[in-house]
């Protein structure tokens, strides 16, 4: 199963201050996806990014999100100026890929440890 | 849009006993895939067991099993032999086409083994 890293993985932020989540995949992917999960509530889908550039994005993904991949590894998630409402679980997950030595399935979703950000 | 709804919010078992966890959803589209995926205490989500919807045969991966109806678009969980270990949330997801799209979740259901 591929493997998935994400750090931090607790951040502590004051409202209205830049946040950026990242996440490592151990081996080259081309899906990336954003999750989030307010406490106690159901995972929502944020965003995914397939060759460098989103696919499709949730509307909670608003202009206060963005994603890259800055240097070809690593996968960042960026809140601009964040909100008590933004306090939550971030995940991370890609997409298997039987290409690689990792494998997975390439029709199946893994996902890192999660980040859980919290805003004061 | 696709849905996907659990109607337990909580259930528990006894150590070593089945239990089956409910899940229907919702779609128009043909080609799709079904998960169940568990998050224990420590909030990690894991890969439990997946469904292609064109087969017609239901997966198993060890204790696990699903029971996939697709014409009454359910999708249960069966965990034989339960364990201590087991008791996790467990989310039911759908995700379009090959899987590379969205994945669409349900609200869990909170599964407590007892022993």
């Known amino acids: 199963e591929p493997e998935v890293t994400q750090t931090p993985s607790h951040q502590v932020t004051q409202m209205g201050q830049e946040v950026i989540l990242r996440c490592v995949p151990i081996?080259?992917?081309?899906?990336f996806y954003w999750y989030r999960q307010i406490l106690g509530q159901k995972v929502e889908f944020l965003v995914s990014f397939y060759n460098n550039e989103i696919s499709e994005k949730s509307e909670i993904f608003d202009d206060q999100f963005s994603v890259e991949r800055p240097d070809g590894s690593n996968f960042t998630l960026k809140i601009r100026s964040t909100k008590l409402e933004d306090s939550a679980m971030y995940f991370c997950a890609i997409l298997g890929d039987s290409l690689f030595l990792a494998g997975g399935s390439t029709d199946t979703q893994y996902f890192g440890p999660g980040t859980r950000l919290t805003v004061l | 849009a696709q849905t996907v709804t659990q109607s337990q919010p909580e259930m528990s078992v006894q150590e070593a006993e089945t239990v089956t966890l409910s899940c229907t959803y919702d779609?128009?589209?043909?080609?799709?895939?079904l998960f169940w995926y568990k998050q224990p205490p420590s909030r990690q989500m894991i890969l439990v067991i997946r469904q292609e919807a064109y087969k017609q045969q239901n997966a198993t991966e060890n204790r696990f099993s699903v029971n996939f109806q697709k014409a009454a678009k359910s999708f249960s969980l069966k965990i034989s032999d339960s364990q201590l270990g087991d008791t996790a949330m467990y989310f039911c997801a759908s995700a379009l086409q090959g899987g590379s799209e969205k994945l669409v979740f349900g609200k869990g259901t909170k599964l407590t083994v007892n022993p």
């Open positions: 081996s080259n992917h081309l899906y």
């Open positions: 779609t128009s589209e043909n080609n799709y895939y």
